[in-house]
Nanobody, 114 residues
Framework: VQLVESGGGLVQAEGSLRLSCAASGTTYSINAMAWYRQALGKQRELVAVIDGGGSTNYLDSVKGRFAISRDDADNTMYLQMNSLKPEDTAVYYC?????????WGQGTQVTVSS
């Protein structure tokens, strides 16, 4: 499985961005999908996860601002990010889980200016 992220960039505080993660290859066995982020000098953290049934969970600091979704017909996952804050600045990674493996995308930079 290959993952390609897109949609990152530079945005002002209170702005919005939509990240996409497109999966290709052996995608029939994808279960949960998730977004992580890693800020400079910090550990990678889980931002949001969506399981095969559509249930979601979020990092407390992004609840009410971010929304994760998936389109299984296109094997694509999204992260809609609203009311962005400078502390949201990080490299964002998508990750998928199959029955046997987990795969990571290459990351996309999100920079929020104050």
């Amino acid at each position: 499985v290959q993952l390609v992220e897109s949609g990152g960039g530079l945005v002002q505080a209170e702005g919005s961005l939509r990240l996409s993660c497109a999966a290709s290859g052996t995608t029939y066995s994808i279960n949960a999908m998730a977004w992580y982020r890693q800020a400079l000098g910090k550990q990678r953290e889980l931002v949001a996860v969506i399981d095969g049934g559509g249930s979601t969970n979020y990092l407390d600091s992004v609840k009410g601002r971010f929304a994760i979704s998936r389109d299984d017909a296109d094997n694509t996952m999204y992260l809609q990010m609203n009311s962005l804050k400078p502390e949201d600045t990080a490299v964002y990674y998508c990750r998928i889980f199959t029955a046997s493996y987990t795969y990571w995308g290459q990351g996309t930079q999100v920079t929020v200016s104050s």
